[in-house]
């Protein structure tokens, strides 16, 4: 008769490097890192709001793209951290609750109650951010957008309880030399392969390689040691793009002759123009990065008419925000509000060009807008419509 495998204890985890100094500091890193993705992850989530009760800035025309390039940079360096920081603590989880002591008990199954919402949270959010970032949704039954922010929450506030619990050991293992002994476990006396200081520092060097093989994707001249970055930069007139023409089922609509560029003004159509009237109008030019939720972005040189000029010719308030439509006929960004700023921005243009040439279609042919410090979804591509707001 085989014999039955009894669960692992704490005194089956021998190793000194499974220890509360190596824990909290790893740990430390592991928190900065998912402090900036919060709060990164906050300026995305709010720049992507249909209104902003303060409005939300046009300059610097490349905060969106630093902020979200940090939102995904220190979500893959949290990785490695996070992968060390439970292996660590690991024979914690099978360490047995104090049945005879009420106030003990309770305080450990709140304990570990956190601790469990915080690993869970923490697995889910880097998960369906890498999956994001490589576009990849496996998923169905929930909106990535909404659903991480919601978690988000949970995660911080996991965290925020976690150190607190733990604020006494933290602030005295950081205080105390990494061999220091004096909160490890009776049964942690077996010598590692490695050392403490050398695990920790291997940790954060698997964090360092892991920032610099995707962060290519927002810092131009990493790009040539970042093997993983999702995007290099490459693309139709040297931008990259997330939705084709085809994809978008606009390649009929789009190159149509007849296409018309539709401006309604309190809700009455003031008018429209033709590709060549927007091509009649004195036209500008501007250096804008194209800034991604999935990490990447790319500075491209757009040519076309200003927003502003171009409302204003029908006579449209200055003061108002402008819903923009495209010709895509489904989509959550079918629709996407420009707030006043932005659209009286001299920078926000209609652009026609990129790098000198027609736009191609993939790009928004006809038409697109481009604007600064926006997020590269409420970008609109193949733009039919302006409603500038009663």
Not at 131 to 160: D, E, K, M
Not at 257 to 270: F, I
Not at 330 to 341: D, E, H, K, M, V
Not at 361 to 373: E, F, K, S, V
């Amino acid at each position: 008769m085989t014999p039955r495998l009894a669960p692992p204890t704490p005194d089956s985890f021998t190793s000194r490097l499974r220890s509360p100094a190596v824990a909290a500091r790893v740990g430390l890193w592991l928190g900065i890192s998912f402090g900036i993705c919060f709060l990164t992850g906050l300026v995305s989530h709010y720049a992507q709001l249909p209104s902003h009760p303060i409005p939300f800035p046009t300059s610097p025309s490349w905060g969106y793209r630093f902020t979200q390039g940090l939102h995904v940079t220190t979500g893959i360096a949290a990785i490695p951290l996070l992968l060390v920081k439970l292996w660590s603590v690991l024979p914690k989880l099978f360490e047995a609750p104090p049945l005879h002591d009420a106030r003990k008990l309770l305080l450990t199954v709140l304990e570990r109650a956190s601790i469990a919402v915080l690993v869970a949270s923490a697995i889910f959010q880097l998960a369906t951010g890498v999956a994001n970032a490589a576009q990849w949704y496996p998923w169905s039954s929930f909106s990535f957008r909404t659903t991480h922010y919601a978690i988000a929450w949970v995660a911080i506030g996991a965290l925020v309880l976690h150190i607190a619990v733990k604020l006494p050991i933290i602030r005295d293992v950081l205080t105390s030399d990494i061999d220091d002994t004096t909160h490890d476990r009776e049964t942690a006396t077996t010598p590692g392969p490695l050392s403490r200081r050398a695990l920790v520092r291997t940790t954060f060097a698997a964090a360092a390689v892991a920032t610099l093989a995707t962060a290519g994707s927002t810092v131009t001249w990493l790009r040539q040691v970042s093997v993983l970055a999702v995007r290099t930069g490459e693309g139709p007139q040297g931008v990259p793009i997330n939705k084709s023409a085809r994809a978008a089922r606009v390649e009929e609509s789009a190159s149509s002759p007849d296409w018309r560029l539709e401006v309604v003004v309190d809700g009455t159509v003031a008018g429209s123009v033709s590709y060549d009237d927007l091509r009649a109008m004195q036209q500008h030019t501007v250096d804008l990065p194209i800034a991604c939720v999935e990490g990447w972005s790319a500075q491209g040189t757009w040519s076309g008419v200003r927003l502003a000029d171009l409302l204003a010719s029908f006579d449209a308030p200055a003061d108002r925000d402008v819903s923009v439509t495209s010709l895509q006929e489904s989509g959550p960004f079918r629709r996407t509000i420009l707030p006043a700023n932005f659209a009286a921005d001299e920078r926000t243009l209609l652009a026609l060009d990129l790098s000198g040439e027609p736009l191609s279609l993939d790009h928004g042919y006809p038409c697109r807008l481009i604007a600064p410090n926006r997020p590269g979804v409420l970008q609109t591509k193949w733009v039919s419509r302006l409603e500038v707001s009663a």
